[in-house]
């Protein structure tokens, strides 16, 4: 995963390794929690090692944590376990501080009405 210039002149080393690759991979998944990636895409958008990230994906469907359907990966949907997880509110902490918090209503607010076909089609 590449950080901004000033990120890399001011973090110290603690900082910039803090997160493990499980950590990382799960935040990237939270952070597009809409969406389902293949590893490799994983890989490509976070910079993590395909073999890496396939290994945290593993890891983290052991404990529950994404869910995965033929070549894709997405993030659980139940919250509930995810607020659990060991190192969960660490890498939430983190992007919120690098890239602001979210707001879930402003979210809701400009989805669609209608599902998306890919959803609407498994009713």
């Given at each position: 995963m590449s950080i901004d210039r000033e990120t890399f002149r001011e973090a110290n080393e603690e900082e910039l390794e803090s997160l493990s690759v499980p950590q990382?991979?799960?935040?990237?998944?939270?952070?597009?929690?809409d969406r389902?990636?293949?590893a490799s895409e994983i890989a490509d958008r976070s910079?993590?090692?395909?073999?890496?990230?396939s290994t945290a994906l593993t890891r983290l469907k052991n404990r529950g944590l994404v869910e995965h359907k033929a070549?894709?990966?997405?993030v659980t949907e139940d919250e509930e376990r995810l607020a659990t997880?060991?190192?969960y509110e660490r890498a939430t902490a983190l992007f919120n501080e690098r890239l602001g918090e979210e707001n879930r209503e402003e979210w809701?607010?400009?989805a669609p009405d209608e599902a998306h076909p890919s959803v609407a089609d498994e009713r």
């Open positions: 990382r991979v799960l935040g990237f998944l939270v952070a597009n929690d389902a990636f293949e910079g993590i090692d395909e073999s890496a990230v070549t894709y990966w997405a997880a060991s190192g809701r607010d400009s």
